[in-house]
């Protein structure tokens, strides 16, 4: 049972964090960015766990694939140029990477 | 790591419904809550006639032929079926030629019957020794095994009586129970059984299948049904929102 605990407060703690990196840039409609970033991340997060176990457990290039695919999601949703989505993605996913690694240790 | 969960939990699911798939069709082991006990008979005096020949009707299959012999006191056998729950008595002198007619017989239980009807005296019938046991038990049911001891009262050219004496329970701690007929008909019950229902027993099974069961399901959200829930409301949300624009 505490996996499945463990996976859903890595989920939540990803979402949370995601969301205050998005805010921070782009400060409007609270509920519509949190929105996205539980949409993105139980996109992303779920996949990505499941490629690091599975199929490549590089978690550079993991890291690398989620951070270019969030960049495109958060661009669409949020309709804001790549550059600035990138810059984004950039910033949440070296936030989580770095605490997923901390938490790890 | 939590693949090789995946794997072993999907292995574990497979295995209990193929044990869940068979308890449906033989009603028998940890789901259906029940085991059999295993029975048997005895002759204690058997060895006081050896002049005689004592067969049971038995299952013809292969080479096996359709009758058993009871050979000393030791030896326990079954009644392959409740109804035919006789046992016949053969003068030792004619039973040779009568076992090549025996094991040339399709169905044994017919044989009897014709032969004693047409050769009285060559073969004596015993009476009924049907008994009501109990052919399963709950799970957790100390008993494994019972025996009964049957006695030959007496052997006749006509008549061969024989009596249920005693039947031995054995327990599974190895425990021996004896227990005396009081009447013929109703088999002396074993003192101990089980108090508890059956799933008590099997309840640490029982969590770990559950345990199993929720961590499947959860595997299977949180790699296949979350992300394509998610996915599918990026598409929708932005599909909209060019409808949307295209007004």
Redesign the interface.
Known sequence: ?S??IQ?ILALFLTIIVEFIVIWFFIRKNIPKLFLYS???N???L??A??FY??ILSSFLFIEITVLFVESF?IM??LEIKYQKALLVSFIANLITSMMSLLLSL | MINKHIILLTLTILVLFSQIVSADLIPEGDFSGTKFIYWCYKISNINDYPEYVFVYPDIAYDNKAGYGIINNQDNCFNFYSNFLTNIYAFKKTEFNEIKTKLNRSFFVPDFFSDFSRNNPGLVIKSSDLKLDVHQSVKLNDPLEKGVITLNIASLTENNLDIQKFKVIYTYKDGTIEEKVFQTQDIVPEPSRTAILPWWIAQLPSLVFYFVVIILLWFAMFWYILLPIIAIVLIIIILLLRRKRLKK
Do not use: D, H, K, R
């Open positions: 049972m996996i499945i996976y539980v949409l993105i139980s996109f992303t779920p996949l766990t499941y176990q599975n999601l669409w949703l």
